[in-house]
């Protein structure tokens, strides 16, 4: 692990796995160019991010893309999370059009540039995927909580991409059935993705939690916009909890509270709300 500019930089152990594995069979000049393609689709995500004001802690470097933590608190918007998302694939798909440009200038070896296209677009599009860590699916987990609440979003999106990456296990398990060989790299892959679904389902409690804290950044936003608060109607005998979940990722929401007969008896700003559910 290194550090730069306040970035931790790490190997993933499926990584050190495949370096492994890459030296035992004579392809360390493969892995060499694999690690290369990787660290700079990951570097665009660094960048993205920190040209969004956010605050990168650090970044796991993985054989098909990374994970990068990050601390936004509060103040990553919907559309800065896609652009940081799409910036990874962005970088394949300039290294492709520049090795594209040194093979038709007749320059470099054939091969090479053959196999460093297929690796970009491999990772690219293997990264697209709708399936969370993969940048397709924070970009589909970003578009769901502009229009639905993020408690939902963090609730469906997790458990779309568990599934999903059932889906990739059982893929990387199917040749057996038909006597052949196994998927490894598949199979580990998918592994990968579904112990961290789990992990972050198991902890998606704490992740709505740091959004409720941060929701300052959200009245900061409308107050400076001038944007129209986003009502919620809900009854005097709904829980508090159940009303949170109603929350919107990029929306200031005021509350109205309906009596029994259904007339408003009060409106109540959410920081209150927020103010009373964590008993401050």
Request: with cysteine.
């Amino acid at each position: 692990m290194i550090r730069i500019k306040g970035i931790e930089l790490s190997l993933h152990p499926l990584f050190v796995l495949i370096m492994l594995f890459s030296v035992l069979t004579g392809q360390f000049l493969e892995l060499l160019t694999l690690f290369t393609i990787v660290l700079i689709h990951e570097l665009g995500h660094v960048c993205a991010a920190l040209l969004a004001g956010v605050t990168v802690k650090s970044v796991q470097l993985l054989p098909f893309g990374g994970v990068a933590v990050i601390e936004d608190h509060g103040r990553l918007t919907a559309g800065k999370e896609i652009a940081i998302a799409l910036a990874g694939p962005l970088q394949n798909g300039i290294l492709m059009l520049f090795a594209w440009l040194v093979g038709s200038l007749g320059l470099g070896n054939e091969a090479f540039l053959n196999y460093f296209i297929e690796a970009n677009a491999i990772i690219a599009l293997f990264n697209l995927l709708p399936i969370l860590p993969l940048d397709g699916g924070k970009v589909l987990r970003a578009a769901t909580s502009v229009i639905c609440p993020y408690y939902f979003t963090l609730l469906w999106c997790g458990r779309l991409s568990i599934a999903a990456s059932v889906l990739v296990v059982v893929y990387a398990l199917l040749p057996l059935g038909a006597g052949g060989g196994l998927r490894l790299n598949v199979l580990m892959i998918g592994a990968f993705l579904l112990y961290s679904n789990v992990t972050d389902q198991r902890n998606m409690p704490y992740v709505f939690m740091a959004f409720l804290m941060n929701r300052e950044a959200v009245y900061e936003r409308h107050l400076l916009t001038g944007t129209v608060a986003s009502p919620i109607v809900a009854k005097a005998a709904k829980p508090l909890d159940a009303i949170l979940r109603l929350f919107k990722r990029n929306q200031y929401h005021l509350v109205y509270v309906l009596n029994r007969e259904g007339d408003v008896v009060a409106v109540v700003p959410e920081q209150r709300l927020i103010s009373s559910y964590f008993g401050m």
